[in-house]
């Protein structure tokens, strides 16, 4: 009989939006249920800056406040629903990139959960970040939608 492979350090890849949310009560309930540490990181994107905003100091340090402040109350909803060791992670740059050239392995994940993020054009049914991860990380990933 083949059991149920069980989790040491779940990684969440959360935003704001819906798919992020998701995400994040998955892995909560994920690393609940395997006694793992929960590993939560999100990110600042200058690219999604526009160009005006992108040269305007006030407005990248707004945006930079505005992911580290999502970050501590995904911290602490994490800590509310009763994991016990969760580490919160600030990154800058391109996701799934990100994640799999340096966050996997420097956060020790034996499984990556992130939300299948649409947006319209050729990857609408399956988003490039997660996509990107998916097919690069020597782990497991989850991806919710």
Same mark, same amino acid.
């Given at each position: 009989?083949?059991?149920?492979?069980?989790?040491?350090?779940? %990684?969440?890849?959360? !935003? =704001? +939006?819906?798919?992020?949310?998701?995400?994040?009560v998955?892995?909560i309930?994920?690393?609940?249920? !395997?006694?793992?540490?929960?590993?939560?990181?999100?990110?600042? #994107?200058?690219?999604? %800056?526009?160009?005006? =905003?992108?040269?305007?100091?006030?407005?990248i340090?707004?945006? #930079?406040?505005?992911?580290?402040e999502?970050?501590?109350?995904?911290?602490?909803?994490? %800590?509310?629903?009763?994991? #016990? !060791?969760v580490?919160p992670? @600030? &990154?800058?740059? #391109?996701?799934?990139?990100?994640?799999?050239?340096?966050i996997?392995?420097?956060a020790?994940?034996?499984l990556?959960?992130?939300g299948?993020? +649409?947006k319209?054009?050729v990857?609408? @049914?399956?988003?490039?970040?997660?996509? @990107? /991860? &998916?097919?690069?990380? !020597?782990?497991t /990933?989850?991806?919710?939608?």
């Amino acid at each position: 009989m083949v059991e149920p492979k069980r989790f040491k350090n779940v %990684l969440v890849a959360v !935003d =704001d +939006s819906e798919l992020g949310q998701l995400a994040l009560v998955n892995a909560i309930h994920q690393a609940e249920e !395997d006694g793992a540490k929960l590993t939560i990181v999100s990110f600042f #994107e200058p690219s999604e %800056l526009n160009t005006f =905003d992108a040269l305007d100091k006030d407005k990248i340090q707004a945006a #930079e406040s505005k992911v580290e402040e999502d970050l501590k109350g995904f911290q602490k909803q994490a %800590l509310d629903a009763g994991v #016990e !060791d969760v580490q919160p992670i @600030y &990154a800058v740059g #391109e996701p799934g990139e990100q994640l799999v050239k340096h966050i996997i392995s420097e956060a020790h994940a034996d499984l990556v959960v992130m939300g299948a993020h +649409s947006k319209p054009g050729v990857r609408a @049914y399956f988003g490039s970040q997660s996509n @990107y /991860v &998916a097919n690069h990380a !020597d782990v497991t /990933v989850m991806i919710v939608r």
